[in-house]
């Protein structure tokens, strides 16, 4: 099972990246797909999450309107859009795969909002 999260960097405020999360060993279309973060200091957090079938997400309410997650089960990837970024968006970003039985994890990717 590897789950290989890419796309992370340093983006001034207000700047844009997307997050990839490439899937394996494991059946993707099972999983509901999530992205945490983990800023120095601070608990590992939810920030959005996406169903299996792709039909709900749902997100922490300080990216609301800002960054938007989506998965192509074709690909076996998960993406996290994320817009408007400000320095508080600064941390380890995280994917996580999970079904009834299994939780799987990604090994992080830095993200770094800075002027």
């Known amino acids: 099972v590897q789950l290989v999260e890419s796309g992370g960097g340093l983006v001034q405020p207000g700047g844009s990246l997307r997050l990839s999360c490439a899937a394996s060993g494991f059946t993707f279309s099972s999983y509901d797909m999530s992205w945490y973060r983990q800023a120095p200091g601070k608990e590992r957090g939810l920030v959005a999450i996406i169903t299996s079938a792709g039909g709900s997400t749902n997100y922490a309410d300080s990216v609301k309107g800002r960054f938007t997650i989506s998965r192509d089960n074709e690909k076996k990837t998960t993406y996290l859009q994320m817009n408007s970024l400000k320095p508080e968006d600064t941390a380890v970003y995280y994917c996580?795969?999970?079904?009834?039985?299994?939780?799987?994890w990604g090994q992080g990717t830095q993200v770094t909002v800075s002027s």
């Open positions: 996580n795969a999970r079904n009834f039985y299994f939780n799987f």
